[in-house]
């Protein structure tokens, strides 16, 4: 079937415009989640999501980013007048469900640059 | 609080050579384990995972891991390294409570030289 999707696959956006990253999940997978990877480093957790509730957002580095799920399926994380740090990969996953013991699956990633 | 480091953000080893990326963590109780590995410009993909029971986990193409609890460690290892084994490697860490947010290592890059 059909893997974790994400689009675009690359975004460039200039400094101070608003950016909407898409991520479509394998069916059936009830958590979801987003990272940031900068160039050369490790994943970090952005945050979240079981169904359409969001229990952990500890993870977003400012309050220009939100994100959202509808319906147990697509997710959009959207950036508020991006800055140039904002500039990485962003990540989404998704796992069939909660525990922490599930496999996540990764989609192949958004790269977003900030000129 | 959950936290994950891998000694050594470069390995290189020669082909045929055995392959040891170090992880170690910290976690408040028992922990889920996992290594995940990156390729050039593909996404990432679990290669093992230890949740509980037998400590020496098999993953993919030949790789091993064992949880050392008294060491906090969860090496990853592989006998002969190939060519192929070019890529990123990341240890993460999921805290068996139910709780869904699994932290990542820093990564370790390995090269295999021929």
């Known amino acids: 079937g059909a893997g974790v999707s994400q689009s675009p696959s690359n975004k460039v956006t200039e400094k101070g415009k608003d950016v909407e990253l898409r991520c479509d999940p394998i069916?059936?997978?009830?958590?979801l989640y987003w990272y940031r990877q900068r160039l050369g480093q490790g994943l970090e957790f952005l945050i979240y999501?079981?169904?359409?509730?969001?229990?952990?957002k500890s993870g977003l580095p400012s309050d220009r980013f939100s994100a959202e799920r509808t319906g147990e399926s697509v997710s959009t994380l959207t950036i508020q007048r991006t800055q140039q740090e904002d500039s990485a990969v962003y990540l989404c996953?998704?796992?069939?469900?909660?525990?922490?013991?599930?496999?996540?699956?990764f989609g192949p990633g958004t790269r977003l640059t900030v000129t | 609080a959950q936290s994950v480091t891998q000694l050594g953000s470069h390995v290189s080893v020669s082909e045929g050579a055995l392959v040891l990326l170090r992880c170690n963590y910290s976690s408040s109780v028992p922990p889920y384990l996992f290594w995940y590995v990156q390729y050039p410009n593909q996404g990432l993909q679990l290669l093992l995972k230890y949740t509980t029971g037998a400590t020496l986990v098999k993953g993919i193409n030949g790789f091993e891991a064992e949880f050392k609890k008294s060491e906090t460690s969860f090496h990853l290892t592989k006998p002969s390294a190939h060519m192929s084994d070019a890529a990123e490697y990341f240890c993460?860490?999921?805290?068996?409570?139910?709780?869904?947010?699994?932290?990542f290592g820093p990564g370790t890059s390995l090269s295999v030289i021929p």
């Open positions: 999501f079981q169904g359409n509730s969001a229990p952990d």
């Open positions: 069916s059936g997978h009830t958590a």
């Open positions: 993460a860490v999921s805290e068996n409570r139910g709780y869904d947010k699994v932290i």
């Open positions: 996953a998704s796992s069939l469900a909660t525990g922490g013991a599930y496999e996540q699956y």
